[in-house]
């Protein structure tokens, strides 16, 4: 008797789990053909797209403004469709942190109409071609579009938006929006109308910074880069500071630009490939492999020395430098031409001295960005003294030549009086 019931309760148990098995194997098949069956209308409705592109070159750079005419037009296939569950969670994971930062969501089809079917171009950077888009409101953007093809962009592209989304300071350019539709990934950012930093130092055809705004434009750098290292939370390091990626707005104002490459100070402890650019490049960081808030410090000081002497990083900059220094002159010999007569010597010699403390071959001997920005403000407070007491000079010696005049004036009238009595 005891033996039928065990059977009886074997047999229950094992149609139960067979049910269970085949009303598992209906539901997932059931999913599976409803995705597969969505997926089929994804890759129907998404084709290939045409996006104009500058081909790249030695003097590319990422700009959000006015910059090169010359382009030309290529194909950019869409991402391919992918069913594998292993990267549809990926990809939901990654739209998933996008929609999280609080930006907001721009369609193709807007951004296609603003930037007159993508033919406004304004730069090509290692992300993309950046284009001028102008919105129903009037308002002007810079689009920075993800290149289809390019897996280290879509990681600068979730490293941007992560970060952008919540970093907001007056000198660093402003993300305010995305797209991510019809297989584009797109940032949306504010539009920087006179370009980038380099283009200013190493163009002919540029208007030719003096030494008041190179100063300025030290300083905001300097104040971009402190909001990084000691105000974001956690801190952030840029890694990738170079003049290309410092913008100027339309009162010349400076902003840090292009986040592709930053890092959060809490992963700091990991090694990683070289990145950066060829010239800014830390020399300890392509020793060690480990890029930190110093090495940023390294980049400012040799966008310093380019400041002052006009000279490309990729045209052996620090080698000049390091042969002015042995020079009695000093720096004074690389001083950039277009400056001459327009700067007193000693505020020169005064930011070539912080450069230098920046680019010292010990990174713990480096400064931080918050005594570097000090000195800065410093030496521009010194020179706006100076001027003042000049001005406040010269119309001293204006006053007391009014009141020669005058005293001259009143004597002749005394002499005519007596002459006439």
């Not at 290292?229 to 890694?239: E, N, S, Y």
């Not at 020079?327 to 450069?355: F, H, Q, T």
């Not at 030549?401 to 005293?407: D, N, P, Q």
Request: net charge positive; proline share 3%; glycine share 6%.
């Amino acid at each position: 008797m005891t033996a039928k019931r065990d059977l009886v309760i074997i047999g229950v148990c094992a149609g139960v789990a067979v049910g269970i098995f085949l009303a598992s194997l209906a539901f997932f098949g059931i999913r599976w053909y409803k995705r597969r069956d969505r997926l089929r209308k994804c890759a129907n409705e998404n084709g290939t797209s045409t996006l104009p592109m500058r081909q790249n070159g030695l003097h590319t750079s990422n700009v959000l403004s006015e910059s090169f005419p010359n382009s030309m037009t290529v194909k950019v296939s869409t991402y391919p469709v992918k069913t594998s569950p292993l990267f549809r969670w990926k990809r939901n994971r990654k739209e998933q942190l996008v929609s999280a930062s609080g930006l907001p969501r721009y369609s193709y089809k807007d951004l296609q109409k603003a930037t007159n079917n993508f033919t406004t171009i304004l730069g090509q950077g290692s992300f993309g071609p950046v284009y001028k888009a102008t919105m129903p409101a009037g308002e002007i953007i810079a689009v920075k579009a993800l290149a289809a093809d390019s897996k280290q962009g879509e990681k600068e592209f979730q490293t941007e938006v992560s970060l952008l989304g919540r970093l907001h300071h007056r000198n660093l350019v402003n993300l305010v929006g995305y797209c991510v539709d019809k297989g584009q990934r797109m940032l949306i950012y504010e539009y920087m109308s006179n370009g980038s930093l380099a283009s200013f130092l190493h163009s002919e055809e540029k208007y030719t910074l003096n030494w008041q705004e190179r100063l300025q434009i030290a300083l905001d750098i300097s104040h971009g880069i402190e909001y990084l290292h000691d105000g974001a939370v956690p801190p952030v390091i840029h890694r990738d500071l170079k003049t290309a990626n410092i913008l100027l707005d339309h009162l010349m104002r400076a902003k840090v630009a292009d986040f592709g490459l930053s890092k959060e100070e809490v992963y700091d402890g990991q090694n990683s490939s070289l990145k950066g650019t060829y010239g800014y490049i830390d020399p300890v960081y392509i020793s060690t492999n480990k890029f930190t808030m110093k090495s940023d410090i390294y980049s400012f000081g040799i966008i310093l020395f380019e400041l002052i002497t006009a000279i490309h990083p990729q045209q052996n900059l620090m080698e000049y430098v390091n042969l002015a220094a042995m020079s009695s002159d000093g720096i004074d010999e690389i001083l950039d031409k277009e400056l001459a007569g327009d700067c007193d010597p000693e505020d020169v010699r005064s930011l070539a001295r912080i450069a230098h403390r920046c680019v010292h071959k010990t990174p713990r001997k480096r400064p931080s960005i918050g005594e570097v920005s000090l000195a800065i403000t410093k030496l521009r407070q010194r020179r706006l003294v100076r001027e003042d007491s000049t001005m406040s000079f010269a119309g001293e010696e204006f006053s007391g030549v009014v009141g020669r005049i005058e005293l001259q004036e009143n004597q002749l009238k005394k002499m005519t009086s007596i002459a006439e009595s």
